[in-house]
């Protein structure tokens, strides 16, 4: 499986890279919620469901919760985070990812988002 990328409507991504899935928000996202300043990760083995809660970043604007595109068991949580929350403003599509999971069923992917329509939806919705 090559790699994939998919967004939900509330601005959170999954990358599928194999059977890993790595999880996090976006641009938009942290754009909107300004300096972040400290991220509640979730612990390794816990089971979320598609669109329950994973995480929370707390930035100096607001808490927010973090909401999982796919069902599925968390393996790997970025303990960078803990040290660095800023780190998510930086680069929130790349190192700053928040957990990986093994994906339950890859059939959560199909109701989210591609690229393309996820920049359609953030125009659509700045009108």
Sequence with gaps: MSSILRFTR?????KV?????????????V???????????????DTVAQ???IAVVESVKAASDVFSPV???????NET??????MLNE????????AKL?????????????SEQYEKYLKEASH
């Design 17 to 29: 890279d194999g059977a890993a899935a790595s999880v996090g928000i976006s641009v938009h996202a």
């Design 102 to 114: 093994k994906i339950e069923n890859t059939a959560d992917l199909d109701g989210l988002m591609n």
């Design 51 to 53: 669109g329950g809660k």
């Design 10 to 14: 509330d601005h959170e991504w999954v």
């Design 71 to 77: 069902a599925g068991k968390v393996v790997e949580v």
């Design 31 to 45: 754009g909107e919620l300004g300096d972040v300043i400290f991220v509640e990760l979730p612990a390794v083995g």
């Design 91 to 98: 680069d929130p599509m790349g190192e700053a990812w928040i």
């Design 81 to 86: 985070l803990s040290d660095n929350p800023a």
